[in-house]
């Protein structure tokens, strides 16, 4: 099927989505960087954020490799 | 449930038929003031009148202030005023080319009425593993959210009647996504999108008579967004628009840069027998259609379909995630 895919990358956003969600909320929302307490909310949310972005460098670069991949693919097909 | 249903019920016909009889209209009006483009990919290179945003947005105001009447709801306040900015957004883009970070910015500002409204909670939803709380962060997703499903839907306005064909896929997989989680009012107004986007497609379908242009596919995008927004359901929006999300990265990824869509190189070429396949110029950008046309050259309505049968293959997932949103590990 010519298509498949692309349907292949449709699903793989699909997982990632739901997995990247799953980190967040279980793992990255609950997490402190400050056992006494005694860090800036501000900073501790700063960090968060930052590790976020990082997920989505990761998502964006996994993407990126599928990508190259299915075209490549596509091109000698 | 009753007076639901009533309003589902009519606001589709109003939706449905005021797109279908405003548009033979407006194309006549088009055409006898010129108001026409080339379509390079037909025999011919017919003229198409455009835009045709201009019934897409009757349409949608018109159906979203019955639903207002029957529920005096702000959120559907905050998405009539949101889609007729965005129309004035795309309008002026129509009117003149705007540089590519136009209408970006111009779309971010089309989202400050939510905000202004209250028409949100600052709550991401996860399917699974549950919400996160996010009071500043949010103001930041409301504010990139109508910019990026506008921009999503304007970047596969490439081929006859692909933008309205999948908005309308697109809505009512979110419509069903909000039936299930009895979020009833904005599944209405999830509908409404869904049956304007569809009376449109039956002009702008291969051949088409009319183009949205710019003014029609950020009201598609921009209602949609909005749509996400009040309803509560982000994750699953873009879960449903997944195939057009896939458009603007490849494109993204392969360009490094925000740019204007008129200024790029064609991703394909057209070929003696009115066929599309993918072009070889490393300056072209990747897109959903050259990737389609990669192995095999294909007709316009080819095209057209597979990007349907993707759409609707991401708007089961949507629903399939909607269900997920009530279990809990």
Redesign the interface.
Known sequence: MMARPVYTFVFVMWLLILAGGGLIVAILGPLSFSESGDLDPILNSGIKVAIALLLVTAWVFILSTIKNWIFKKQLKS | MENQIIAAVLVSIVAFFSVFVITPFLIKYLEKRNLVVKDYNRKGGAMVARPGGISIIIGVIASELVLYAFFQSIQILAIVITSSLAFCVGIIDDRRVMSGWFKPVALAFCAIPILLLGAYEPELA???????NIPV?YIGLVIFMIPITGNTINSIDVLNGIASGFTSIASFALSGALFVMQNYEIAIASLVLGFVSLAFYRYHKFPSRVFPGDSGVLVFGATYGAIAIVGHVE?IA??AL??A??NS??FL?SMKKIIEHRQIKNPTFLSDDYKLG?THDKDAP?T?VR??V???LLTEQEIGF?IF??GI??GI?AVI?AF?MGVRI
Do not use: E, R
């Not at chain 2, 399917?127 to 996160?132: A, E, L, Q």
């Open positions: 996860f399917p699974i593993f549950g919400s996160v962060l994750v873009a879960v997944l195939p999300i896939m990265f490849l990824s993918a990747i959903i990737l389609i990669a192995a095999k597979v049968k993707l293959f991401s997932l995630t997920l």
